[in-house]
């Protein structure tokens, strides 16, 4: 694992809280890449973590309130079979 597999960039900050807000943004990240690496593993599912991440940067989800009760909904729009099983997975393990 590199930073260039989690897509950091070199970091010009110089303020503390800044470079520890980067530093702990980048380590979410890892810690999100390599559960999901572990849930793959785990549920021996065909996807490689390479293709998982991207899968899903084409899920799309809808989210709308209802006019007169004010209710939020939200709705996948349409998966193919790759993007289901990974859904699938991420939602039965999270």
Request: hydrophobic fraction near 35%.
């Amino acid at each position: 694992m590199s930073k260039t597999d989690l897509r950091i960039r070199p970091i010009y900050h110089r303020l503390k809280h800044r470079i520890e807000a980067h530093i702990c943004i980048s380590f979410t990240a890892y810690c999100v890449y390599k559960e999901l690496e572990r849930t793959l593993y785990l549920e021996k599912s065909g996807l490689s973590l390479k293709t998982a991440t991207e899968l899903t940067q084409n899920m799309y989800q809808i989210t709308y309130t209802l006019p007169d009760s004010k209710h939020v909904k939200s709705k996948l729009l349409k998966m193919d079979d790759q993007q289901a099983e990974l859904y699938h997975i991420i939602q039965k393990n999270f």
